[in-house]
């Protein structure tokens, strides 16, 4: 079965900085992959996907995400971080035969330093 | 256009009582998935439904959990009795078929979630 690991717990970053959140999945074939942004007190909200395609893929609220086959990555990317992105943020795999039979990662949290 | 919509936002009850958690996927959605979300295990698949049946079950954690969808706008995931360790979000989620094959996907579209507290 497929799974998904987010190495960083949490990540501070200052207001106007770049961002990079790490994702590395597992899976024997080519998968399905998400991104996931939580605010507090919310649900979760599809910031991007890659089913197929371009390897480098544009989501909402100026983020991006690569998909690096020869990593098993797919790192999520902004380059200059809004104080409303703190937020907790899930990469989700999900299975090409079974489409819904997604994993999440454990979450990464970002703080926004002013 | 509506997103998944979930019935409490908010609960607290006592332990040994029973909890009905209720939700209405998007309209035109067949797949319907309720997750559950703690700090110590993440987000959970514990049941999904496609076209009202139950396909997978696997993850409901013991028999107290229970989860029927009626009909196709309209689910229920239903604790009885419920305890302390129940404690948590639960979000209900749905998605649709889309066509094309393998080289397709489908995007879960979530909730914003039941957040339950049992003392």
């Known amino acids: 079965a497929q799974s998904v690991t987010q190495p960083d717990i949490h990540i501070t970053v200052s207001e106007g900085a770049s961002l990079e959140l790490r994702c590395n999945y597992s899976?024997?074939?080519?998968?399905?992959l998400f991104w996931y942004v939580q605010s507090p007190g919310q649900g979760l909200q599809l910031l991007l996907k890659?089913?197929?395609?371009?390897?480098l893929v544009q989501g909402i609220k100026g983020f991006e995400a690569e998909f690096k086959r020869s990593q098993s990555s797919f790192n999520l990317r902004k380059p200059s971080v809004h104080w409303s992105d703190a937020a907790e943020y899930f990469c989700a795999v999900g299975s090409i035969y079974n489409n819904n039979d997604m994993r999440f990662g454990a979450g990464t949290r970002l703080t926004v330093k002013p | 256009d509506a997103g998944v919509i979930q019935s409490p936002r908010h609960e607290v009850t006592e332990m040994g009582q029973e909890v009905t958690l209720r939700c209405k996927p998007i309209?035109?959605?067949?797949?319907l998935f309720w997750y559950r979300q703690t700090m110590m295990r993440g987000l959970e698949l514990l049941i999904y439904?496609?076209?009202?049946?139950?396909?997978?079950d696997s993850g409901m954690p013991e028999d107290r959990f229970s989860a029927k969808m009626p009909n196709a706008s309209f689910s229920t995931l239903k604790i009885q009795p419920s305890e302390p360790r129940d404690s948590a979000v639960y979000f209900c989620?749905?998605?649709?078929?889309?066509?094309?094959?393998?080289?397709?996907?489908?995007?879960?579209?979530f909730g914003e979630g039941s957040w339950l507290t049992v003392v």
């Open positions: 439904f496609n076209n009202n049946v139950p396909i997978d």
């Open positions: 899976y024997g074939a080519t998968p399905y």
């Open positions: 890659y089913f197929s395609g371009d390897t």
């Open positions: 309209s035109g959605h067949d797949y």
């Open positions: 989620a749905s998605s649709y078929t889309q066509s094309g094959g393998l080289s397709s996907g489908n995007t879960i579209y």
